[in-house]
């Protein structure tokens, strides 16, 4: 009874928690980029982001999953992908 006034997280893009521990990868839908460079200029492991959506290969192994570019992105290029069965 005690949890009845208990807050409900809201899941959000900003709740990087939830998603590193979810997250799989990324996938882009590169059509819609605009090439305004926001992803490639914010990410924290210095990868060129925009590239990676213009060549449709958003699989890096030095991404650490931070939604940082997903977060920047105004078109939602950008989004997580998720293993099967979670
Ligand atoms: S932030 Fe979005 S629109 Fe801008 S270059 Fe990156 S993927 Fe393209
Ligand atoms: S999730 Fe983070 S580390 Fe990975 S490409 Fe986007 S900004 Fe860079």
């Known amino acids: 009874m005690g949890d009845q006034n208990a807050k409900k997280t809201k899941i959000t893009k900003r709740n990087t928690a939830y998603y590193l521990?979810?997250?799989?990868?990324?996938?882009?839908?590169?059509?819609?980029?605009?090439?305004?460079?926001?992803?490639?200029?914010?990410?924290?492991?210095?990868?060129?982001?925009?590239?990676?959506?213009?060549?449709?290969?958003m699989e890096n192994s030095e991404c650490i999953l931070c939604a940082t570019c997903i977060d920047g992105c105004k078109k939602s290029v950008i989004k997580f992908t998720f293993n099967k069965g979670i």
Not at 26 to 52: F, G, H, R, Y
């Open 21 to 57: 521990f979810t997250a799989s990868g990324l996938k882009a839908e590169s059509k819609k980029c605009i090439d305004c460079m926001v992803c490639t200029k914010q990410c924290p492991m210095s990868l060129n982001v925009n590239a990676m959506v213009k060549e449709n290969k």
